[in-house]
């Protein structure tokens, strides 16, 4: 019987979980073991609240969970409850799939001011990650500035832009529906030091700017190359151009309140504030030659209340492992960190791809794992219990999330999908019942 500790119940460590099962057949036994009372990782705490099909994977790894030889293990933090020592011992082998959850830091100056930050706790506090609970943004603000030219920029902006009507059939927990801040909000800004060609967003994400009900996008014609060099780009990249172009020629909608300004070609030089964020002071930039963002010296100043920092993510280290923190990931090769220990998903690659990125991910660290034969004999599944009953450690099995689930589902506001319980306390209280 081959015996897997996989740490993380994200897309990466129930793919890995899938996988194994088809590897190895009856002849596996699998404990997905996270930090939360609460399964499926970004799919529930990342992926935007308003994007519901896409959070609708999770009825797939939920047929994973329920599998017999697979056990859902919450409520166990890796480092602290158990260490991945004593795991290596009980488990043949052991995969982290813990994910990036630690946000970059904006590293400039003001960056510590109460108003900015990173777009991990920005987006797990409204979407009910209990880490993330107290972390309450700055209401009532007129204008908010997003760092970033990903699609987590445009989720966060989006989702401030949006009105309490537009997110009435999302999962947003009630606290971030901020009708103070809505009612207020006239300007959201998304900075990158690149152009439209280097942005990385996908063709969904820039389309629904253009579909706010009190909110219209702003984009600047200059930031454009000609367009004859659209052609050199590849399709879905040339495609998200062409909707930014489209917002460019159209300019802002005067009847709407909200403008969201791409800013391009801008850098973060500073956070200004007496005591919290009043504004943030940019650099405009320009491409050199290799196709670097390189300062033009002309600064521009933002008012602004938040900034939220959306510049990329870093896995938080274990005790134990190998680190690479210029990476922000386990140092690894090909997944493989040591004997019996492994790393699947953005704990092994770095924050980058998207849900579907982590299937392949596991299903080619399965095939590594299972080229290593192992002599069997370790205790496995009934020794990880044995050890978490003997420190009173109260996991919280696959059926208490179910419960979690229908509480949930039950105290949805009309029209939404579920209210989520978004502090470990409660979270807890529902499981010891
Ligand atoms: C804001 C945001 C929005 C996104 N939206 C989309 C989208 O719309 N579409 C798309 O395709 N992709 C999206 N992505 C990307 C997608 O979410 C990731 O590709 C995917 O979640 C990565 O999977 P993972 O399993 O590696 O990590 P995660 O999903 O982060 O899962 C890690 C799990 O490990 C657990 N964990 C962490 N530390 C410990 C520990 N010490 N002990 C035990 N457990 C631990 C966590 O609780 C978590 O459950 C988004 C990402 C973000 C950040």
């Known amino acids: 019987m081959r015996t897997l500790a996989i740490i993380g119940s994200g897309p990466a460590g129930f793919y890995t979980a899938e996988a194994a099962l088809k590897t190895f057949g009856e002849d596996v036994r699998c404990d997905i073991i996270d930090r939360l009372p609460t399964p499926y990782g970004l799919i529930r705490a990342g992926v935007a609240p308003d994007h519901q099909s896409i959070k609708a994977v999770s009825r797939r790894y939920e047929a994973v969970a329920t599998d017999a030889r697979v056990r859902f293990v919450g409520n166990v933090t890796i480092g602290e409850d158990v260490s991945v020592e004593e795991l290596t011992g009980l488990y043949d082998d052991v995969v982290l ?20 930050m990173g777009s991990a706790a920005f987006v797990g506090w409204y979407n009910g990650h209990p880490d993330f609970h107290d972390r309450v943004p700055p209401m009532a603000v007129e204008g908010a500035v997003i760092v970033g030219n990903g699609n987590v920029a445009i989720d966060c902006a989006r989702i401030l832009a949006k009105t309490v009507g537009e997110l009435s059939d999302s999962d947003i927990v009630g606290d971030a529906l901020m009708p103070d801040l809505r009612s207020g909000l006239r300007r959201v800004h998304i ?111 933002i008012p602004c209340g938040l900034v ?102 039950s105290r949805a506001r009309p029209g939404a999908p579920r209210e989520k319980i978004a502090t470990l306390d409660e979270l807890r209280r529902v499981i010891a019942d």
């Open 97 to 116: 799939a813990i994910g990036a959850p630690l946000d970059k830091p904006l590293g400039v100056p003001g960056s510590e001011l109460p108003g900015v």
């Open 191 to 301: 900075l990158g030091r690149r152009g439209p060609h280097q942005a990385s967003f996908t063709l969904k994400e820039v389309g629904e700017l253009g579909e706010l009900e009190l909110a219209t996008p702003l984009v600047r014609p200059e930031d454009f190359p000609p367009v004859e060099a659209d052609a050199a780009l590849e399709t879905g990249q040339r495609r998200v151009v062409e909707v930014l172009r489209k917002f460019a020629a159209a300019g802002p909608d005067p009847e709407k309140r909200v403008v969201v300004q791409l800013d391009f070609f801008h850098r973060p030089l500073k956070v200004l504030g007496n005591g919290r964020v009043e504004a943030i002071e940019v650099m405009r930039t320009r491409l050199d030659a290799d196709g670097r963002a390189v300062d033009t010296g002309e600064t521009e100043i």
């Open 308 to 409: 939220v920092a959306a510049i990329g993510y870093r896995t938080s280290p274990v005790p134990g492992v190998p680190y690479d923190t210029d990476a922000g990931r386990f140092a690894n090769v090909d997944g493989l960190i040591s004997d019996g220990l492994w790393c699947v998903g953005w704990a092994r690659r770095g924050p980058s791809g998207t849900i579907g990125t982590n299937r392949p991910d596991g299903f080619a660290l399965v095939e590594r794992l299972a080229a290593v034969e192992r002599s069997g004999g370790k205790p496995g599944p009934a020794g990880l219990d044995a050890l978490l009953a003997g420190r009173k450690v109260k996991v919280a099995y696959f059926a208490d999330w179910q419960k979690i689930d229908a509480l949930e589902v």
